[in-house]
């Protein structure tokens, strides 16, 4: 909070303020790391700050939990590895609801932290456990980030490691999980030829 003032939108914005830079000290500490603009920088943060941009995008005037889960929807990510759990399906849906659970579970206690009230708090959980995918609203807004996040900028390198029968397969769950509005803004994005052609088909 900011000491000395009694403004309340000033509070309010100075403890969203703080929950961010909480998050994003959180992620920093991602041990893989990318070259961006000539420095290494934490995987999990640089996806972080994807998501932000995406959102102020796709839904500018998101509420303040959308974007908090949006920020910390992969906090400390690293930390629970696919590799813990059996290889197929089953071990993969086990891996992400780990996830998602640990995940709100570590935004709870920072948000607590700062200051934020149990409502909000668990709202956020909700959001990030995805609860009610298609039937709530922010839910969905939540997904169509993720989805747009992962065609913009990780399907390049995806496809680089999985053959093209895996990928329109890949490519078709995702869409899956989209709203129609998250579908219209995929098919603007700048993906170059060879990637475009492989989510037309994907989708077609």
């Not at 700062?114 to 939540?142: H, I, S």
């Amino acid at each position: 909070m900011l000491a000395g003032t009694s403004d309340p939108a000033a509070r309010d914005e100075s403890r969203f303020k703080e929950a961010i830079r909480r998050f994003d000290e959180a992620n920093a500490g991602d041990p893989n790391v990318e070259l961006v603009e000539d420095c290494f920088q934490s995987k999990e943060l640089i996806y972080a700050r994807h998501m932000t941009g995406r959102l102020d995008q796709f839904e500018p005037t998101a509420p303040e939990p959308l974007r908090l889960a949006v920020r910390c929807q992969h906090i400390q990510r690293w930390m629970i590895p696919r590799t813990r759990f059996a290889k197929g399906r089953d071990g993969y849906r086990e891996w992400r609801t780990t996830l998602a659970s640990f995940h709100a579970e570590t935004a709870a206690g920072i948000l607590r932290d700062v200051g934020y009230a149990d409502d909000t708090v668990e709202r956020v959980q909700g959001l990030l456990r995805k609860e009610r995918l298609k039937a709530d609203p922010e839910v969905q807004t939540l997904e169509d980030v993720i989805c747009l996040v992962f065609l913009e900028h990780y399907l390049s390198d995806f496809a680089t490691q999985h053959n093209e029968a895996k990928l329109i397969n890949i490519l078709r769950k995702t869409w899956r999980k989209m709203s129609e509005r998250g579908r219209a803004v995929a098919l603007t994005l700048d993906l170059g030829p060879n990637l475009r052609s492989l989510v037309e088909r994907a989708v077609g």
